[in-house]
């Protein structure tokens, strides 16, 4: 069968939710690039499906960091190597409307994990299903008002307007449509996500989000930062064993140099 037989995915699209200066040593990879540092960005995806139907991947951080940079961590251990630079273009209302769409017309939100680069407008999408990891939906719970560097936030129950959020609890690897597949990815945070794509001209592409923050993480099996550090490496092995099999593409969480190289909306990936 043909790629484009097997998916409902019509196009993948790149979304620039802002950045942040990064000491990659302090946030990325101890003991591998002490003291280097690199403007790294905070990505989103959009899906859009064959129906119609469109499905976007995180939220990026709270829009708060546009007038306030250090909002939802000032003080905190990682703060002196994480130094978000926001502008009003990186609002995702701002860049989902240069794609011409509001968040009423994402049917799906699909929410990786909840640090506060990836969950943190959720409060925008009372018409989505939020799609969440079990595990991470519970740390979640557990959670602060506030979600900082790595440490999962707490996800609101409802809409700005008052509105209940719907969310999709999941567990393991769960198949949303045909061509896209989300890969139960944990250690980076409990009940992380990652997602397999087949598109219908690119083929398989890996969203890695941030079980591999970068090629350097993975050139030098790096995957310290997060909640459990060896679990961590099994679900980064495992996605490295899957491009391997499926002959995928991977884009990595959080790649300064790769960021480069991405096409971004609108323009996208088929
Ligand atoms: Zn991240």
Redo the contacts with the bound molecule.
Sequence with gaps: MSNAARTSVKQLRVLDFGRANIDLGAVMAPGDLDGVWAICAFPAYLIDLADGRHVLVDTGPNRRHIREPMYEFAGMPLAEGLQPQLTDADDPLNRLAEVGLTPADIDMLILTHT?F??AGNADEFSASEIVIHQDAYAAALDAGQRGYAHKPGRIPEFAADGTPLRYRLVAGDTELVPGLTLLETPGHAPGHMSILLHLPETGAVILAI?AIYSAANRRFGNYKIGADPEQGRASAERLIALEGREGAWMIY??DPDQWQELLKAPEGYR
């Design positions: 640090h680069d990836h941030d969480g959080h």
